[in-house]
Every structure is written in structure tokens, then in C-alpha cells.
């Protein structure tokens, strides 16, 4: 039973827009890799990558010539590259950081089918090649994870006890969480965030919507409040799930967020965590071991998460990204999540016979 409801979870969890909205091509006299329709760029490189699980991902590398961070970007359910292309670009000009998009597998022009442990994968292999062939030092690497994106995020991110930090945008306490009000983790479950986020040592952000129709703005604060280190976050009043990059203070809390852990010294490793790291190749499995399920995710209740400061400002500091209302719209596809979920009440009644037999 446990198998068939994760597998209902993950069909939840990922929306690839189909057809994908850009292909891989490459220049007849450079023989680079481009992105079609989008015309070639001397600061940014297209690469193709393999992942330990077979795939091969597809990724975007845009380079500032004043940076001194690299921003490791996973973007949501219901979008690709093609659709985020001008976004990242905008967002490597206004925060000053090189930054590093690609596509789980199965989305885009990524080979395989979407899933959990897929996306693990493709994030390793996307840190690998910063690492390797950009040159990218773990100190100065800045996680970000939008929505489902957070779940790779995250997952990398206990696992690297030198980062320079972490931006989760939407968030998820995991993938039950978002169809059920679930109090404990169960083995099935996908994207445990709310039981892999207290490892992670580095300063970390959180940005949502107050109004977030897909997933609740309680995602963003419980997960807030079980991180280790917590930077002042940012509830954007009246934000929605894909919108709050046109609310000025999306960029505006952004930057100052990445400016001051610049400003911060190179993390260095504790004992323990030099322990923990000593392995060199962390496996899935390990994590998912050392994570104890979770009886309850209302116990922390002794902190309160400040009221974000929303300064109205005449000045336009926000992006304008009317260029992406069309991948916008492709998120409409959570909608048919809200209708459907009526259609999965038998997952919850499982559940709950699950729960009468482990109580006997």
C-alpha cells in the first residue's frame, strides 16, 4: 500500500510541460550547445550531463563577471529551462552571481521520467559539474529550491555542511503534507524536508506567499522553524505560489540576503561534521536511514517567525518577468491537484487503517 500512495504522490509532485518548451541544438561554427529559440549568449553555456541513475540532464550556466557566489537553482514542478531562461538571466544581472539552472530528468529535453530519487541524482551530477568544470567551491555555492524543487535542495544541502546558503521559495514540508494534514512522517512519504532540514548548517531563507493556493503558507514557517540557522524570512502578503517575483521585496529581500552572507567568513567544519562528510559519496539510502520519523511538526511551537517588513516603495525594484506569464499558466496544472484530491481519499483511508494496525 505504502508503495502505491507514494507513487500517487509523485504523480502529484510533477507536472513537465509538455511539449517541452525549447530544444537543444547545436552551432554549426562554434559547436556549442544552444537553447532554441533563444539566440546564443557569450555568459552563458548549455552542457549536458549524465546522472548516477542513467539519465542525462540538461543545464544552464549563466556567468557574471562580478560574482562571488554561484546560485545552484531548482525550479518547480510545472516548468523547464526554456520557460526559466529569461528569468535566470535576470535574476544572475540583479543579484550578481553566476547561476546554474537544469532540468530533472524527464523534464525538458532531460531523458528518463520524473521522480524522487531521479531528482536526487540530477542535482548531484549538477553540483558535480560546478565543481569540476566551473570550478565552483562549496563555500561559495547558494542553494535555491522553489516549491518542488525544495526537495532536492534540501536533501543536497544536509549533506554539504560548507555551504555558503540556502533559499527555499514555496516550500514543502514533504509530498503527503501537501494533500494530507499528516502529523507524522511515514516511510512512503517523498521529499521528508521537515526531517532532512535540521542538518543543514548553513544560513537559510525562506520566501512564501501568505495567499499560496498550492501549498500553504504553514509549509514555509514550520519549516523555518526547525532550521538551525535562521535567516530573517520573507512572508510575502498576498503572494501566490508562482508569483512573487513580481513583488518588490522578492528582489529586494533577495539581495540583501546574499550580500550578507557574502560578508559572513567560510563556514568551517566542526568535527562532527567532518565525520559526517567523510564519506565520499553519500548515498540516498544513508540519509533516508538516519532520519527518524517525526511523531509530531506542531511541537515547536516556542518560536514565533517575525512578521516579514513590507515596505511600500514607490521604487520598482521587482523584475519584470511578463515574459514568463505563459509558464505561469502551465502551473495551473496544480489546480487539477486541488480537484483531484477528492479522487484520493482511499490513500487516506489506507492511511488510516495503516495506523490502526501499527497501534494493535
Same mark, same amino acid.
Given at each position: ?251 529586494? /529581500? @533577495? ?5 550578507? *552572507? ?5 563556514? &568551517?567544519? $566542526?568535527? !562532527? %561534521?567532518? =565525520? +559526517? ?45 511578463? /515574459? @514568463? ?5 502551465? *502551473? ?5 491537484? &486541488?480537484? $483531484?484530491? !477528492? %479522487?484520493? =481519499? +482511499? ?14
Amino acid at each position: 500500500m505504502g508503495g502505491v500512495t507514494s507513487s500517487v504522490a509523485a504523480k502529484f509532485a510533477f507536472f513537465p510541460p509538455s511539449p517541452p518548451s525549447y530544444k537543444v541544438v547545436t552551432d554549426e561554427l562554434t559547436g556549442l550547445l544552444l537553447l532554441s529559440p533563444f539566440p546564443h549568449r557569450e555568459n552563458i553555456e548549455i552542457v549536458k550531463l549524465p546522472t548516477r541513475r542513467g539519465t542525462e540532464i540538461v543545464g544552464m550556466y549563466v556567468r557574471h563577471p562580478m560574482a562571488t557566489s554561484t546560485l545552484l537553482y531548482s525550479h518547480g514542478n510545472a516548468a523547464d529551462l526554456g520557460q526559466m531562461y529569461e528569468l535566470f538571466i535576470e535574476l544572475s544581472i540583479h543579484l550578481k552571481v553566476n547561476l546554474m539552472g537544469y532540468d530533472y530528468s524527464g523534464y525538458g529535453q532531460s531523458t528518463g521520467k520524473p521522480s524522487e530519487h531521479n531528482t536526487y541524482a540530477d542535482i548531484e551530477a549538477v553540483y558535480k559539474c560546478l565543481e569540476e568544470t566551473f570550478g565552483s567551491k562549496q563555500e561559495d555555492v547558494i542553494l535555491y529550491g522553489q516549491s518542488v524543487g525544495s526537495g532536492p535542495t534540501l536533501d543536497l544541502a544536509s549533506r554539504l555542511p560548507q555551504l555558503r546558503a540556502v533559499v527555499l521559495h514555496s516550500p514543502i514540508l514533504s509530498g503527503l503534507r501537501v494533500m494530507y494534514a499528516i502529523k507524522k512522517t511515514y516511510w512512503f512519504d517523498i521529499y521528508k524536508n521537515i526531517d532532512k532540514i535540521p542538518y543543514v548548517d548553513c544560513p537559510v531563507l525562506i520566501i512564501h506567499g501568505t495567499s499560496d493556493e498550492v501549498v500553504d503558507c504553514s509549509h514555509g514557517k514550520q519549516l523555518w522553524e526547525l532550521c538551525k540557522d535562521k535567516y530573517e524570512p520573507l512572508w510575502v502578503k498576498g503572494g501566490n505560489h508562482c508569483d512573487l517575483e513580481h513583488y518588490p521585496e522578492y528582489i529586494r /529581500h @533577495l539581495k540583501k540576503f546574499i550580500a550578507t *552572507v557574502e560578508r559572513l567568513p567560510c563556514p &568551517r567544519m $566542526s568535527s !562532527d %561534521q567532518s =565525520e +559526517r562528510v567523510s564519506r565520499d559519496a553519500p548515498p540516498r539510502k544513508s540519509m533516508d536511514r538516519r532520519v527518524k520519523p517525526r511523531q509530531s511538526t506542531e511541537r515547536r511551537e516556542r518560536e514565533k517567525p517575525p512578521k516579514s517588513q513590507s515596505k511600500k516603495s514607490s521604487s520598482k525594484l521587482k523584475i519584470s518577468f511578463d /515574459h @514568463l506569464d505563459r509558464s505561469r499558466k502551465s *502551473v495551473d496544472c496544480h489546480e487539477k491537484t &486541488r480537484k $483531484s484530491v !477528492d %479522487q484520493i =481519499e +482511499r490513500g487516506r483511508k489506507s492511511m488510516d487503517r495503516l495506523d490502526r494496525v501499527r497501534s494493535e
